[in-house]
């Protein structure tokens, strides 16, 4: 009879890790693991609404044109304009660019139904994305 206790005992632990594991995938932890990782690449002075908001700091090298704007994607652009093209062609995958609505009036057009609509003329633009005319 211990025999058989001892057996049950080994059958029980092996045949039951790979339930716990799909349990504890089902119960979120995952999505534990994963929300960790997002909060842990935030950036530690706020979060990606106010940091939107705010005037990014951007750096004008020598020669090298305006660097550090939102989503260059660690290019620098010359020209307002050029980095309007950027910002069109990465709409494709659902990131925000502007539109021109009508010559030298912009609108911001995103994937987020309830945002705001947001209307810039080009040398506002600029000043923003620091552009110099």
């Not at 206790?5 to 632990?13: D, F, R």
């Not at 842990?40 to 706020?46: D, H």
């Not at 044109?65 to 950027?86: I, K």
Request: proline letters at 6%.
């Amino acid at each position: 009879m211990a025999t058989v206790e001892l057996v049950s005992n080994v059958t029980y632990a092996a045949s039951h890790q790979a339930c716990h594991a799909r349990r504890w995938r089902a119960d979120g932890g995952w999505r534990i693991v994963g929300a960790a990782l997002a909060f842990a690449a935030l950036p530690l002075g706020g979060t990606a609404v106010a940091q939107e908001k705010e005037a990014p700091q951007v750096q004008t090298p020598p020669a090298g044109g305006v660097a550090n704007l939102p989503f260059a994607r660690g290019r620098s652009f010359h020209t307002l304009d050029e980095y309007l093209a950027h910002l069109e062609a990465l709409g494709a995958v659902g990131l925000p660019w502007w539109r021109e609505i009508r010559p030298g009036v912009y609108e911001r057009v995103t994937n987020l139904t309830e945002a705001p609509r947001e209307v810039a003329t080009h040398a506002e633009l600029e000043r923003r994305f620091g552009f110099k005319r």
